[in-house]
């Protein structure tokens, strides 16, 4: 009955972010990619869905700055390159699990 | 707040909504307007007051509130510093859009401004603790209603229609919505279902049955009420005296009676269930 849902963030090291999630996975992301998957209008186009975002303009050692909940289907992030407009549906960010058994799948 | 950038204002982006004093927050929409939403908000609301739960009712349809004058409150909101403490009325508090427009006056604002005007709006008014804040949500799938499936803490949402299909349709899209965003719908509450005769209080049924019914089997959720269009509702909405409390006894006061002990129990099954994360990178 219960939609995903992250209940936990943990920070894992300088580049890490850890999320326990409602139904007891342990996903993993580097924080870089996850500024990378970022799917916002400034970062994707609206209609075509092409990646605006170029790779390059992104600091290799962008980090958050801060991360909430959005409601309760998504997280938002402050990054330190001052992008803040994405929203990461927990759908969106579960499929992008970096854990060893999710990459594998 | 100070991290580095000259542009950065603290904990920007969207403003959270944040409602610690309150257990239960429950959306009250519809996907089309004039299915009589703002009654069955009105009604439910005290009917859960008569409980014994306490209870408050933010009228969100920023563009035409009608709450006040169906409630029957005239008095303005008192401002008491930076926050503003909504009037009660049958143990019911109320904060609307309309206490801070003339009646007369038209709000015309674009979407972004709605959006702004909506969190300050339910960030600074002095609810107090409460068991339940019903939101009459504005008819449709817009900025208010994204705003608020966003960002505020909801425990769930109920969702009004009447039975014709053209209701149903809109309806489905609402609960769409609120799919998409991952809040629990507690139920349907079919309105306008049937017309109770002034003079043999029999019920004719002037739509289509059985909608409500239907969209709830469809989207398998709970069909929580099926109330018929009495006269009597209709007049005391407009002398603002609700039927559960100006005509008690009568056949649709006692549905919404049940109706509030079923909100009740659906509620209970999810909250606590929403617990927001934050997590500051060091």
């Known amino acids: ?105 | 707040m100070s991290h580095g950038h000259s542009h950065a204002k603290g904990p920007t982006g969207p403003q959270k909504i944040s409602l610690p004093r309150i257990r239960n927050v429950i959306a009250v929409a519809s996907g089309k307007g004039g299915v009589g939403k703002s009654t069955v908000t009105i009604n439910l609301g005290m009917s859960l007051a008569k409980t014994g739960a306490k209870v408050g009712i933010l009228d969100a349809d920023i563009y035409g509130p009608s709450l006040p004058m169906m409630m029957g409150i005239n008095q303005r909101p008192e401002a008491k510093g930076e926050r503003v403490v909504p009037p009660q009325k049958d143990g019911v508090k109320l904060m609307s859009m309309g206490f801070l427009v003339e009646e007369k006056q038209a709000v015309v604002w674009r979407g972004p401004m709605v959006h702004g005007a909506l969190t300050q709006f339910l960030n600074q008014v002095e609810w107090g603790d409460l068991d339940y804040l019903l939101i009459d949500m504005p008819p449709g799938t817009g900025d208010a209603q994204l705003t608020i499936s966003q960002n505020a803490p909801l425990t769930g949402a109920i969702i009004v229609t009447t039975p014709q299909e053209i209701s149903l349709l809109d309806a489905r899209r609402g609960l769409m919505m609120f799919q998409n965003v991952k809040v629990p719908v507690l139920g349907v509450v079919e309105n306008m279902a049937g017309f109770v005769c002034s003079h043999c209080n029999g019920v004719t049924k002037i739509f289509r049955q059985g909608g409500g019914s239907r969209i709830a089997s469809e989207m398998n959720i709970p069909l929580l009420a099926s109330i018929p269009l009495d006269p009597a509702v209709a007049e005391g909405g407009d002398k603002g005296l609700p039927i559960v409390i100006g005509n008690k006894d009568s056949e649709v006061s006692k549905i919404y009676t049940q109706l509030a002990k079923d909100v009740i129990a659906q509620a209970a099954i999810y909250e606590g269930g929403f617990r927001p994360l934050r997590l500051e990178w060091k």
């Open chain 1, 1 to 105: 009955m219960s939609a995903l849902a992250a209940v936990e963030l943990r920070q894992m090291g300088p580049s890490n972010l850890g999320i326990i999630w409602n139904d007891k996975h342990n996903s993993i992301y580097s924080v870089r990619n996850l500024r990378l998957e970022c799917k916002c209008a400034n970062c994707v186009d609206e209609w075509t869905r092409a990646k605006i975002l170029k790779p390059e303009s992104v600091p290799a050692d962008v980090k958050p700055v801060l991360i909430e909940s959005v409601g309760r289907y998504a997280l938002q992030i402050q990054w330190s390159d001052g992008h803040n407009t994405g929203i990461y549906p927990f759908d969106a960010l579960r499929a992008l699990c970096e854990c060893p058994t999710c990459k594998k799948a």
